[in-house]
């Protein structure tokens, strides 16, 4: 069952206006507490964007979280969703930073920089579900495009060797009328989705209508024939003219080093590009893109953000972290909403579970994180209607791990980082991503395992249909018995789901339903082994739990143990499935 929420893969069968959907999520966040406040003077390109203050979160009100922070952990996950190696976009934003402070920007307007720098990709996984509809892998699809100066022949090419990737021929040419014919609408349409999202982010972090502005021209080109405003020279904002350059030769550095990130620089002056910053980054190549790793590693990147540095209040990180959700959740069709229905669900539970106010806080903002990492997975995979192949599964299986990495490296985020990455591993060692079992998953985690896979069986899926609540109860109760899910932390998630349970019965000496159905067997006459089979869990954990039942009932036989169990009425008892 650690399979069926790797579940949620989700299909392509729910029609629905993904551009609007998207936006009505994340634009759920109202733009509390803008920050930045950019105006224009009209007179140069460079003077054109002025921040002022930034309030801060502080006293009891502070998280204790730089709002760079969250933003450069979110980036990560752009990365993945562009196909490039964790940490590009923040190598990108420090060569960006490099470019704005050559061309003597003020550090307001580097503060611009930095967020669009960070932000310019958010939105790129918005349409991924049709994207990859039309061209196969769209992670890898993306990725690609650092190649090719799209515009013209070129970009004509790349479209040709992209649609219908993966598949037959005949479903590539009956996908290619439709994508001439449209003169360049799908891809703008995407595009334009894009830029939106990106922008309803920035706003709904706080960040005001220039860092917005800037984010909606991230996709305009130098020579005008970009998207989705075919915008030209310096109608195309100058974050995004800075941050476009960046990201394309942070690329090609990597890959094939400075002479070569120069040379594609040069090659897409005036087009691509805008010529002078081409200019000002070919004046000294090597002073200007040496270093990145190390000016770009996670502490120095915090560090480098200009301006005041807002620190978010604990209000605007739940608010942040919410919108986050919603992000994760776009992958897909059939996850929307999936995110906050865990965090809700494991609201309630925790407080059935005894968790603490501030475990509680904890687990819930896990909630929201959790799905992130599914940004690295192709929609390819998401939606496949039939089984996943190895390869496929063996992705899947890594998307945790994103999550956890994205944010462990922020010291506020990293508990909640933690418990998110956890959330697919299983009592018994069957999860994923490490195996985890037992003692070293957290109730926090176990409640987290529990909410998820209910709230995914109550959605549908490529390859199944969504579950009744009742079926879905049953399923759960299923996973209990094997083993796999904590049979408390079950019980308060369908609590908390309003499903009415049966009064769990207190056991003698402390003693847990699932060791009293093991108890009952024992008594009876059967092996470890057998009781492992009957209760479909492995020898092991059948093992260990015979041995929990001698500690805590003081016994140390089996003999013994069975006239304990008499004395109790604890015979007859199958039942570890309650819920
Ligand atoms: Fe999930």
Redesign the pocket.
Known sequence: MAGE?A??RASGRIARPRVLSALAVVSRVPPRNRTYELKGDGETGLSRYRASGLPMGNGAECSGLRLAELVAAVSLASDLGLGQPMEHLLRSCRLGLRLAESVGLSEDERAVVYYVALLGWVGCHAESHEQAAWFGDEIAMKADRYEVDMAGRAGAGFVLRHVGAGGPPWRRARLLAPLIASHGKVAGAFEGTHCQLAGQVAVGLGLGTGVRDALHHVFERWDGKGRPAGLRGEQVALPARIVQLAGVVERHRREGGIDVAAGVARRRRGTQFDPSLVDRLCLQPGRMLSGLEAAASWDELIDAEPALRPVMSEEQLQRALEAIADL?DLKSPY?TG??RG?AELVSTAAGRCGLSAGQAAELRGAAWL??LG?LGVSSVIWDKPGSLSEAESERVRMFPYFTQRMFARSARLAPLAEIAGQ??ERLDGSGYPRGLSGAALSPAVRLLAAA?VY??LLEPRAYRPEYSPADAARVLAAEVRAGRLDGDAVHAVLGAAGHRLARRREWPAGLTAREVEVLALAAQGHSTKEIAGRLVISPKTAGNHIEHIYLKTGCSSRAEASLYAMQQGLLGEPRAAQT
């Open positions: 929420d579940d949620e994760a996850t999936h995110s865990v959790h799905d599914r959330h697919l998820d709230q995914a």
